[in-house]
């Protein structure tokens, strides 16, 4: 019997190469808490989160103290099996990075115990995914500049932030004309209004656009059906999807056609299969995102994409982001390609980069 013996929590800070701009937020690196779960029989998983408080609520601290004080301890000394995700937070609402943390590390855990890569233990079958790079907001001179400089590296989609301030059909113009060939996903991080959305997508007949993601507030429950019958450009929901039960609410109300799945959004892996399996009763389709965060997270969301058998696409483009990327994964990021290694059992991690102590500086994070 493999039992979860201890863990330790660290800090991760990796620098940007430039900074990320959404309608919500400026973030010049990306922070993150790493569990390291350490189990009998040499068996150690990796999990990850970030702060994304504009979206989540999740800071360092609360992600810190809900993994050492609340999660945590409730499996330490228990058998590393499936059952243990199933207990993951209950007792604690809210908290959905924390969540993910620890069930990427659990999934990895037992994906090593069981000796195969993640998608492997979850059912997946190995495929890649087109990757996009995401285009923060700027001037519309300076997108269409960012985006010659990403798409020579050769992705084949760009993911462009907007603000909705009455210049956002003038920077997708600017950009398709720069880079006509290559497919254009828009993501207003909920900043349109109906009029606005409807202006915007009106003046950009020509442009390659593909998705539109989250144009109205979350909490909007009528703008996006109207918009859905005025365009064919499919919606997909983001911020307004944590749950399963939210997943139904925008598909069944016709707001979207597809939700973005993010693990730090729905507490994980096995959350995210549930809302998986809602959007297919709906007739939606999924795509698997990812936060400004260490790369442990964003390879476990490519391991669970390939299982996610609805899903159409990524949005992974986090290590791509970053000035460097320290973690060694059975996942490549390169060249605008997500694609998985069919070696190394779990997520494959052979080196983490550097990393502090929790306990240095929350005074937590070690449990012997
Ligand atoms: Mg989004």
Redesign the pocket.
């Known amino acids: 019997m493999i039992r979860v013996e201890r863990y330790n929590l660290y800090y991760s800070n990796i620098p940007l190469k430039k900074p990320f701009i959404t309608a919500l937020r400026r973030v010049e690196s990306a922070e993150s808490i790493v569990v390291e779960l350490i189990c009998t029989d040499g068996i150690v998983g990796y999990g990850a989160a970030s702060p994304t408080a504009a979206i989540t609520g999740d800071t360092l601290g609360s992600i810190a103290y809900a993994l050492d004080k609340m999660l945590l301890p409730s499996i330490v000394g228990k058998e590393l099996k499936c059952d243990l995700l199933g207990t993951v937070g209950v007792g604690l609402l809210h908290n959905s990075g924390a969540k993910s943390a620890l069930d990427i590390a659990i999934y990895d855990a037992l994906s090593k115990a069981a000796g195969l890569p993640l998608f492997r233990y979850l059912g997946g079958v190995k495929r890649s995914f087109v990757n996009d790079l995401t285009i923060s907001i700027g001037s519309p001179e300076r997108m269409a500049h960012d985006a010659v400089e990403a798409a020579a590296t050769g992705v084949g989609a760009l993911k462009l932030k907007l603000v909705g301030d009455g210049r956002d059909d003038e920077r997708i113009n600017a950009v398709s004309d720069a880079v006509p060939s290559v497919e254009l996903r828009l993501?207003p991080?909920q900043s349109w209004t109906l009029d606005e959305a409807k202006r915007v997508l009106g003046s950009c007949k020509n442009a390659r656009i593909t998705l539109v993601?989250?144009p109205f507030h979350f909490s909007d429950r009528i703008n996006g059906s109207i918009l859905k019958k005025c365009v064919s450009i499919p919606i997909m929901a983001?911020?307004s999807v944590f749950s399963p039960e939210d997943a139904e609410t925008v598909l069944s109300g016709g707001e979207a056609d597809i939700v973005?799945i993010k693990l730090a959004k729905s507490g994980g892996i096995y959350p995210s299969l549930k809302i998986n399996e809602a959007a297919k009763r709906h007739g939606g389709k999924c795509l698997v995102?990812c936060m400004l965060e260490n790369p442990i997270a964003t390879a476990a969301a490519a391991h669970f994409a390939l299982a996610c058998d609805n899903c159409v696409g990524v949005d992974l483009d986090v290590p791509c982001l970053l000035e460097y990327d320290p973690v060694l994964s059975n996942v490549s990021f390169e060249n605008g390609v997500v694609s998985l290694r069919d070696e190394d059992a779990g997520l494959g991690i052979k080196e983490l980069g550097r990393l502090s102590m929790i306990a240095e500086s929350f005074g937590m994070g070690e449990r012997n």
Do not use: A, R
Request: hydrophobic content about 0%; charged content about 50%.
């Open positions: 993501d991080n993601e989250q983001d911020e973005n995102g």
